[in-house]
């Protein structure tokens, strides 16, 4: 008879009764068995302490402020200076973090991660796509977007300073799937959503003029949508809009 | 325009208020060995960073009172876990009310510089995490801060079984994951 999971933890944890260790240790010197299972246990453990944490911010900002606030809870309410003083150190911890997180969290996304957004589709013919009325893209609902934001490990970051777009477009036959989705930076490279955008656009505008198939306009964006871009604006660089 | 006598009456005056007591430099210690761990912790809330840290200091506010109060110094680690929380919880249901909050809840993720370079592991092992039920995934941040079963059902509020049955439970899970 084995030891189950539960006692090997228990065991490992130090949480047994002196009786009970006592048992589980004698088992443990005659079975390789439950010592191999007490190892996986031990080893789970460890992957799970070895994960990489956030960084986090400084500690000096916030512990100004809480000894500014237990002075003011012990000098009473004469004490306005305090109470200023206290409302300084909040908004410059608030700065700090801020300014903190916004620096730790913000990563330039020009092109997906081919493993995370391999980009999905939708069976339509391009027949349906254009005679599709509204050829713009629906918003992502929050909690899809979080989703994103957690697997491409920003899960912190200023949502501002990203688009979540789809991979492949719905104008374009995209499915509205995790698969179709990554954050892309917004306006810091010069490969940014706007110019996947006028890509999008372009690469439809050939698809409903007969000019090329659904399923190689599909293919193309989901492959490298800037090496697409390249190809088939002739250019290296996004051309200006204006 | 203010003599100079009274101008450093003043100085004086501020500089003495300005002296921690005992009580304070006991909270600071505390402070600075608990603040990473609970903001750590209130991250795995889903709340955001400015939220966690206002948190926290709301956390070591209340144990400021709490010892000004004469109330037990056992376990304050486990104490400071359980006020935190707390709170922690009340802030969620607030921002879900508000639906500034997903439904999903991760432990707190490695910084982005980090996670372009994490391994394959690293990723299987988050997607297992984040599978977890919350409260099971409480459980293992609480006894990776070091927290015997006894302190994490009382911070969560759970039975000694359920603790025991619930950290089983994921790390078995992390094991099978590893063996795919």
Redesign the interface.
């Given at each position: 008879m084995h030891l189950s999971d539960q006692e090997l933890l228990l065991g490992l944890d130090g949480e047994l009764s002196s009786r009970d260790a006592g048992r589980v240790t004698a088992h443990l010197a005659e079975c390789w068995t439950c010592r191999a299972r007490q190892q996986e246990i031990g080893k789970a453990i460890a992957d799970f302490v070895r994960l990489p944490n956030a960084p986090l911010p400084p500690a000096e900002g916030p512990r100004a402020l809480l000894r500014a606030q237990m002075s003011q809870n012990r000098s009473g309410k004469d004490q306005n200076w305090t109470l200023m003083a206290g409302i300084c150190a909040l908004l410059m911890v608030g700065l700090c973090i801020g300014q903190f997180w916004s620096q730790a969290t913000r990563v330039v996304v020009t092109v997906p991660d081919p493993k995370l957004t391999p980009g999905a589709t939708v069976l339509l013919s391009s027949g349906e796509v254009c005679s599709a009325s509204n050829a713009n893209n629906k918003a992502v609902p929050v909690g899809l977007r979080r989703k994103v934001f957690e697997e491409y490990g920003i899960a912190h970051a200023e949502p501002r300073f990203y688009e979540v777009d789809y991979l492949i477009t719905p104008a374009l036959g995209g499915a509205d799937d995790i698969h179709n989705l990554w954050p892309q930076s917004n306006s810091d490279t010069v490969w940014n959503a706007q110019v996947k955008d006028d890509l999008e656009d372009h690469l439809r505008a050939l698809v409903c003029a007969g000019k090329l198939d659904l399923a190689t306009a599909q293919r193309e964006i989901a492959g490298n949508w800037i090496d697409a871009y390249k190809k088939y604006f002739h250019t290296d660089r996004p051309r200006n809009r204006d | 325009m203010a003599d100079a006598r009274t101008g450093i009456g003043v100085y004086a005056g501020?500089a003495a208020?300005?002296a921690?007591?005992a009580l304070?430099r006991e909270?600071?210690e505390q402070?600075?060995l608990m603040?990473?761990r609970l903001?750590?912790y209130l991250?795995g809330f889903g709340l955001?960073?400015?939220d966690s840290?206002e948190i926290?200091?709301e956390t070591?506010?209340a144990l400021?009172?709490h010892l000004?109060r004469g109330r037990s110094r056992r376990n304050l680690r486990g104490w400071l876990f359980r006020v935190a929380h707390n709170l922690g919880l009340r802030k969620r249901q607030r921002m879900r009310a508000t639906?500034e909050v997903?439904?999903?809840v991760?432990?707190?993720?490695?910084?982005?510089?980090?996670?372009?370079a994490?391994s394959q592991?690293?990723r299987r092992?988050?997607a297992v995490?984040?599978a977890l039920p919350e409260q099971d995934r409480r459980c293992?941040s609480l006894?990776?801060e070091g927290l015997?079963?006894r302190e994490i059902a009382e911070v969560l509020d759970m039975s000694l079984g359920a603790v025991?049955?619930a950290?089983?439970r994921s790390?078995?899970r992390?094991?099978r994951s590893?063996e795919r």
């Open positions: - | 501020i208020n300005k921690p007591s304070e909270v600071v402070f600075d603040r990473e903001l750590r991250l955001t960073a400015q840290e926290v200091q070591f506010l400021f009172q000004q639906e997903g439904d999903s991760i432990d707190p993720a490695p910084n982005p510089e980090d996670q372009c994490i592991t690293e092992l988050l995490l984040r293992l006894r990776a015997r079963y025991s049955i950290l089983t790390l078995a992390i094991a590893a």
